[in-house]
Structure formats: structure tokens, C-alpha cells
């Protein structure tokens, strides 16, 4: 896969198109944020309440890097708040390069014209059912993309090479909604997602719940037998484990970022001896032959997204609603009956658990000091109940809960994903919107 790199390193543009044009497939494949390392850092001042005109000079400012100490000292004096919607927390730009591509076009050392940001590309978000930007992981074909076609039809979809870049685009304002995996029915939770989502600012808006059909894929002409490998992302090697030895197929399986790009990866190398796990429309896009066709462990294989975005939406009572918290303790996991209890006591379901260690407080001394002899393993805990924010039973469920805590974050208050799906049915069908599209986010 080639790439085009900008004139200069400062150099943000040409970015991506702006949301007026209509979207198609081939012009989606020629956009694709990519995250590189830079050298030099500023943070991005907060959109709210400030003027056109501060935005239209922020816009000048991104596009030439020229920028004065003067400058920056003005932007605090105004109100600007550093980073993010006015959070921080480390997460500046300095490690997200926006690198333009074309897997066919494009020639070596060819040169696009220059693009400065203008204040289109950070307007407010459209309102749903118009041309909104939607950022997920991979490349046109993987299975993110199928779900942010289903969360907002007629989207423009805009492929990132990382999970956190997906983040940044909506941060920076590049993409209006960001579209992600965070678990599948087989191969269980995305944990680096759940560590995004503390890390980041972002809102969940929404979710959408997508069934994953995966088939095995190769160069046209290419035996079964001849295959000493087989590639994928490592959910897809996991929910196809079984069925790839009940196939016979002794050959090494390695983990790729995704399971498009490993199919692109296979037909841009003209690799003959490995196979892919993908879509039956990453084959389609890459030139591939299917193998064999559904060759998930289980028919019912499904990975739920959450649709993420800069502002929350308002929580309403009229329709299944879903909430998402985090939380944790100083004092470690003794509190997490407690916590559990107060959801018990309401009547308020549970749907998803999760534990991922606390990164700043990893390992605490029972007798917190260094000397101490035992030690425990500090978590965060991630909950899914059904209920609405809008119900006065989840608000006195997070008000006990918060007694207990020392840290306590609501990610998202949305409506569920009411939709039905078959085990049969496969990405292709991703025009089909889910329930909670169809919810104004």
C-alpha cells in the first residue's frame, strides 16, 4: 500500500473533503486518516462559544503551524480553554498525521495541491439523515465500516488505520461520529476500546448491534491445500478457531489490524499462499475468491458498536434507553457488591460488566506503604444498565453508587438497539439502520 505523504511535516492538508460532496466507494477509499509521529505539538482551542472569526484563525493557524508565543497567550486571555472541548488530559495532536491515499491512482513523489481548513470543515455537526462523517478502524470492506453504514445510512464513512485516531477525528472535528467495536458475542470485549473511552472525552450516542459472517478468502486460482498461512484481525481468528481445524488446514494464523486490511494486504502483494478472514465485501473490493463461506464457530456471531460523538445527547423515557458508567475505588474491589446491590434494589438489569486495570494506580499495598507485603491488583469497572438518566431510579441508583465510589463517569445515556437480525444474514446488508439511527443524535 503506498501513500502519499505531504510537502511538509507541519502539513495537515490536503485533508478530506468536505461533507457537501456525496460520498461514493471509490472515493472513500482514497481518504485514510493515518496516525504518525511528529515532532512538535500544540493543542486545539475549544469550538464552544467562540467567534467565526477566532475559528477562521485557528483554521489558519492549523493549516501553516505559524504559530507565536503571542498568539497562544491571546487564545488563554479569551477563554480558550487548551485541548478538546476544553479537556486536555494529554491528548494533544502532535501524534496524528492526516495522510491522504490512493491504492490505485496515486504514483510515487506525486504532489496535491495544498487545501488550508477551512471553517467547513469544522462546522457543527449535520443533523441525522444528511451527509454526516462517520470515523471508524480499518479499511474500506471490515466490518466497521458495515456498521456505521447500518448506525447512519447514506453516511460518508472515513476509514482510520487505528482505533485512537477514530477518536481524535471526532475530537478535531475531521468526522461528526466515530462508529466502534467495543464486544463480540464470540471473542468477547475490544479492551482497548474501553480503555479509549476512559481516556478520551467522547460520548456514547448510540449503539448498533451487526452480524459478523466471516469467509475465508484467497487469490483467484489458489487450492486449500497450497496455504501455509492465514490472516485476520485476532477477533476473527478467534471467532473462526474451531472451524479452521475441523477444515484441516495446518497453516500458521497471524493477527493483522484488521480483516479488510488483511484481505487488501493479500491482493496488493499478490500473495499466493495466504488466506484471509474477512467480509464477503472486502472479497468483492479486493479482487479475492472465497474459499469457504461462513466459516464463523457460531452462526449467531455478532459484535455490538457504540456510536460515539462530541456532545451527549438528552436522555427520553419513551423508548429502551441504555446507560454506561465507569467507576473505581481507592480502597480496591470491595465496594463492587455494594455498587451492584444498588442497581439490585432498583430493579435496574445489568448487561455488561467489565474490569480493566486502573493504569495510574496499577498495584495497592494493603498497608499502603512500601513495605507492605500483600498486594492487589487495582481495577476500573465498566457497567451497561438498561435504564434511562432520564428515570429518577437510575439517578438514585448513581447517587448511592457514587457514596461508594471514589471515581464515577456516566459514558452514555442512548437508546438500544431494538433491531432484529438473522444468523444468516451477512455485512452486505449494512444499509438496513439499526433502531437507534433512527433516533435524532
Known amino acids: 500500500m503506498r501513500t502519499l505523504l505531504p510537502s511538509s511535516p507541519h502539513n495537515l492538508n490536503p485533508m478530506l473533503r468536505s461533507s457537501q460532496t456525496p460520498p461514493t466507494v471509490a472515493a472513500s477509499r482514497r481518504r485514510f486518516i493515518h496516525c504518525g509521529k511528529r515532532s512538535d505539538s500544540f493543542t486545539f482551542p475549544n469550538a464552544n462559544g467562540s467567534s467565526r472569526s477566532d475559528w477562521q484563525s485557528s483554521c489558519a493557524i492549523l493549516s501553516s503551524k505559524v504559530v507565536s508565543q503571542e498568539r497562544s497567550e491571546s487564545l488563554v486571555s479569551n477563554g480558550f480553554p487548551s485541548g478538546v472541548n476544553g479537556h486536555n488530559g494529554g491528548h494533544e495532536i502532535a501524534g496524528l498525521n492526516l495522510v491522504p491515499f490512493d491504492s490505485k491512482s496515486l504514483v510515487p513523489n506525486q504532489q496535491q495541491s495544498i487545501k488550508p481548513l477551512s471553517i467547513t470543515d469544522l462546522s457543527p455537526a449535520p443533523m441525522h439523515g444528511s ?246 491488583f487495582e481495577y476500573m469497572f465498566y457497567i451497561d444498565f438498561e435504564a434511562s438518566m432520564a428515570e429518577a431510579r437510575a439517578q438514585n441508583a448513581l447517587a448511592e453508587v457514587q457514596e461508594f465510589t471514589s471515581f464515577l463517569r456516566v459514558l452514555g445515556s442512548y437508546p438500544m438497539d431494538m433491531t432484529s437480525w438473522s444468523p444468516s444474514s451477512s455485512t452486505n446488508s449494512s444499509s438496513s439502520s439499526s433502531s437507534s439511527s433512527t433516533f435524532s443524535l
Not at 163 to 192: K, M, T
Not at 231 to 253: D, F, M, W, Y
Not at 345 to 355: C, G, Q
Request: with cysteine.
Open 131 to 376: 451527509n454526516i462523517r462517520v470515523a471508524y478502524q480499518g479499511v474500506p470492506g471490515a466490518y466497521s465500516e458495515a456498521a456505521a453504514g447500518k448506525a447512519y445510512p447514506n453516511c460518508q464513512a472515513i476509514p482510520c488505520d487505528q482505533f485512537e485516531v477514530a477518536f481524535q477525528a471526532v475530537e478535531l472535528w475531521i468526522a461528526d461520529r466515530a462508529v466502534l467495536p467495543v464486544e463480540n458475542s464470540l471473542g468477547g470485549s475490544i479492551h482497548r476500546n474501553y480503555d479509549l473511552l476512559l481516556r478520551h472525552r467522547l460520548h456514547i450516542v448510540g449503539e448498533v448491534q451487526l452480524a459478523v459472517h466471516h469467509c475465508l478468502m484467497a487469490l483467484p486460482g489458489v487450492r486449500k491445500e497450497f496455504l501455509t498461512r492465514v490472516i485476520s484481525h485476532p477477533q476473527g481468528l478467534a471467532q473462526c478457531e474451531h472451524t479452521l481445524t475441523k477444515l484441516g488446514l495446518n497453516v500458521a494464523r497471524e493477527a493483522v489490524d484488521d480483516t479488510a486490511g488483511a484481505a487488501e494486504f493479500i491482493a496488493t502483494n499478490n500473495i499466493r499462499d495466504t488466506a484471509a478472514i474477512a467480509s464477503a465485501r472486502a472479497a468483492e473490493i479486493y479482487g479475492l475468491e472465497i474459499l469457504e463461506d461462513g466459516i464463523q464457530d457460531d452462526a449467531s456471531n455478532v459484535t455490538r458498536f457504540v456510536m460515539l460523538a462530541r456532545e451527549p445527547i438528552i436522555p427520553r423515557t419513551d423508548r429502551p434507553f441504555k446507560t454506561s458508567i465507569v467507576f473505581a475505588h481507592e480502597k480496591g474491589t470491595c465496594v463492587l457488591f455494594k455498587v451492584l446491590s444498588a442497581f439490585a434494589f432498583r430493579n435496574i438489569s445489568l448487561t455488561k460488566i467489565e474490569s480493566r486495570p486502573n493504569h495510574n494506580v496499577p498495584i495497592r499495598l494493603v498497608d499502603e506503604a512500601n513495605v507492605g507485603t500483600a498486594k492487589h
